[in-house]
């Protein structure tokens, strides 16, 4: 190519290259942001598009990457966009290219993508500005970011903390870390939903509810809960229920921790229950009370003989439920043996950092007799449709969103990527590993109480496990003393302090503690000199029997056993690493590997939650720099970033709506309204929050029944509190009335809260704000990347207007309030999360997304994916008809496939069609919600043309199955569908009585290779399907489940109902 010409158009390029007009003419496009690669001194650089000149096909460039600008722009030497870094991220995560836009918008019927926008979001409610974020607005690089924010985590101060009160420094061996934490074949799965391709996960999460069983004696354990307050909190709901709500006092032990304590006392107060504290000795059992809960041990570290309490309550027939710590149980006895009804605790020191408050996997045990009440996900074994043993969710008609309002919990996302790392941990370490880490710390502990003594300090209880509590008559100058020292030790009151060691401390560290109390002076003997005069353990409380024993805590203790163990698991489920989820009001997008770096960090994964204020500097800057952030994308005025799930975020917003009411005198206003296509947490929150649920119904459109709506509103306006709504709807449409609905609703003295499932359809385009919303709760696991985790962490902030932000909640130990910048919390609606910032340590990941998008880069996101789903409507509704639309005939970022008349001509049902797609490599969509009958389907905007066309594709293939058994000339009953989907072994067996080919079986071509389904066709979780079998649940005990692994160790098969909790004896 001549230097100097210019080239004006792509045709030009290709004419010069030898290509065809008409090829060229295909290739043209107009020029809209995209990038000119252009020839000086025979080199190619990046520039900008400029006016004239036209983007070049990127096969185009790869071949021939020398374009000139045109003659008027012309000029020498290099350009100053091309010494700018390379790295911008917001092209990474958008992974549509200029021309595939122009393609896809041609196909949803449109000339460009900002026509579709035109036409699809209401004029009424668009943004008109762009969003200012200061540093943040323009986006910033993945080099520039990670060195920006490194720079700020260093400002947290990592001093030695023997803090305790359920959080504790630990080591994740890095085996685990490197295979799970840091994996995306683990952290980027969806909730174990479609069994068949998640039986890794669901193997690992039996195993947790094994451990929970195995050391607290209890007869059956969920799968992680949000933390260890939350999960008191959910006891005491559990306990109201079991007394069918004809009781209202909850006692408390005032040795219980003080971030449970409070947790409760706002749960109660929506509830209506009475939470009294005090000293447990002093209980009075009256029929008024219908539960007691205790700390064992206690948060000063006594351990405590509960026989007598027990029982004395259960003659009042009182239940009694038990806060734990799982590592002091392998050493001391489990609460069963004196009658706990229910255990509940935090799984964070198995292996899980502390992460300035998370995330962690708590957990909730209980006895069998209630097991219909417990709440989160219980995993239990049932059989495949070959006869296999197949794990799979049980009992889901316990949950919200079947039973919504009627939910005893609106517990959803929980803590599946934590609680897999504990079991894993624990697996690691098996019985005797665990033991003798807990031995050390009570090691130590009984050290440092030894040579307190000797100095002539009183230490408190003689039985302990971890935790010293020791009278230094000056409590905060020991405190002081302390921090001299770079040492953390907790202020009991005025003259006790407490000490906890844990997995970290060392023999080195109690000498330096002997100096602290010694006021400075390094005594005259040593914790080593001590050690041998010192004889450990819990007293009077030891734990008899062994726990544990089956296989698989007992076989994986090389780190070459236990990567291959890991590694056969990862291998048995379907994740983003293969494939497109996509799950309709899920948002499976991108969890780039620069937003989780961070995550592994000491300065950030190694923070006690309860430091001094000044050791956390770091995260308190990304705390005011991300609440800024999402107060701009919200356009709110105050941010809470303490709810640490989107359920816990609806909690919080109702919460903060009932405190305003409250204090506005007006108790009495008490009714949410809410549509019957809401997400089940809706109205599960709004019952938590003591509210009266009114339902509206939709309309034949999608849409909220407006004459329906205003009825509702005027009838209920003297007590109407709230209105919930999704927006867009959760039908997928964006609803042209939203804002004169919200209008209606405070015309009527209510306020508005938003769902924020569906955010990633607004960012950029509107906002809550706009729209009219006084509240609006934001899944960072699915707008802002944080990932699912296989169910799990997530985190749920609220933004609200100023008006609300006094009422944001609050923490006993670490004040918080609104932010940014809003410091008094003196009217907050109390304390909502055990940590004071919720999951502090994944709030990074939305942080990163964020900061390196910028502006623009999350306004093309919710285009692309507003896009992604037309352009996927379009193909494939000639196939099958999309259920709702908006006025100008598009859908929103997701869309709803009616499939309901396929089952009158073919008897193939949604769930039919979802285990087919496993066969080609797919996650299926979401099933037969928010209407039976359909699938949603939500792609993101992270997904390339060329998957959306691979899924696509595998629809229509589907499609024309369907149409061969329509036309008879396949069996209705006995085909590729209806037996889908095939595991590896089933294709490969000898026998084979198939009216169909094993080629016909498979027909995955993603791009990482297919996939390959564990069992065939199991259970589902509306227990209500064809597929329909028995499941079991694990217990713990002789006559319980001896769980074996996925090592070829074979166990039993559940051969019992599926209410029936014991399973046959291995």
Known sequence: MARGRTLKTAADLLRSAGRSVSRARAAEQPCDGSVLLYDVAGRGFASRLVPGAAAIPRALWQSNPSVLVPASVQQRGISVEALKPSDQFAPRHNSASPAEIKEMASVAGFDSIDALIDATVPQSIRREDRMEMGKYTDGMTESGFLAQFKEMASKNKMYKTFLGMGYYNTYLPPVIQRNILENPGWYTQYTPYQSEIAQGRLESLLNFQTVITELTGMGLSNCSLLDEATAAAEAMTMCSAIARGKKQKWLMSDKCHPQTIEVCRTRAEGLGLDVIVGDEASFKYDSSVFGVLVQQPATDGSIKDYKSLTKEAHDAKVKVCVATDLLALTMMEPPSTWGADIVVGSAQRFGVPMGYGGPHAAFLSCSEEYKRLLPGRIIGISVDSNGKRALRMAMQTREQHIRRDKATSNICTAQALLANIAAMYAIYHGPQGLTKIAQRANGQAHVLAAGAKKLGLDVGSEAFFDTVCINVGDAQGVVDAALQAELNVRKLDDSHITVSFDETTSIADVDVLFKVLNKGSQPDFSAESLASEVEGGVGNFKRSGSFMQQPVFNSFHSEHEMLRYLKRLENRDLSLCHSMIALGSCTMKLNASSEMMPISWPELNGLHPFVPVDQAAGYAEMFEDLAQQLAVITGFDAVSLQPNSGAAGEYAGLMAIRSYHKARGDDHRNVCIIPLSAHGTNPASAIMAGMKIVTVPSDDNGNIDFEAFKQKAEENKENLAAFMVTYPSTHGVYEENVDKICQIIHDNGGQVYMDGANMNAQVGLTAPGIIG?????????????????????????????????????????????????????????????????????????????????????????????????????????????????????????????????????????????????????????????????????????????????????????????????????????????????HPADEVLSEEWDRPYTRVMTQVSDSCCGSIRPSTSASDTPDESSKHQRRVALPSSGPTGLKWQPASGLRGPCGQSHEDTLRVSEA
């Open 773 to 981: 919303a006084d509240v609006c709760h934001l899944n960072l696991h699915k707008t802002f990347c944080i990932p699912h985790g296989g169910g799990g962490p997530g985190m749920g902030p609220i933004g609200v207007r100023k008006h609300l932000a006094p009422y944001l909640a609050t923490h006993p130990v670490i004040p918080t309030g609104a932010l940014p910048g809003f410091k008094s919390d003196a009217e907050a609606c109390g304390t909502l999360a055990a940590a004071p910032f919720g999951s502090s340590l994944i709030l990074p990941i939305s942080y990163a997304y964020i900061s390196m998008m910028g502006s623009d880069g999350l306004t093309m996101a919710s285009k692309l994916a507003i896009l992604n789903a037309n352009y996927m409507a379009k193909v494939l509704e000639p196939h099958y008809p999309v259920l709702f639309k908006g006025p100008n005939g598009t859908c929103a970022h997701e869309f709803i496939m009616d499939l309901r008349q396929l089952e009158k001509t073919s008897g193939i049902t949604p769930e039919d069609v979802a285990k087919r797609l496993i066969d080609y490599g797919f996650h299926a969509p979401t099933m037969s919600w928010p209407v039976p009958g359909t699938l949603m389907v939500e792609p993101t905007e992270s997904e390339s043309k060329a998957e959306l066309d691979r899924w696509c594709a595998a629809m229509i293939s589907i499609r024309k199955e369907i149409a061969e058994i329509e036309s008879g000339k396949v069996d209705r009953k006995n085909n590729v569908i209806t037996n889908a989907p």
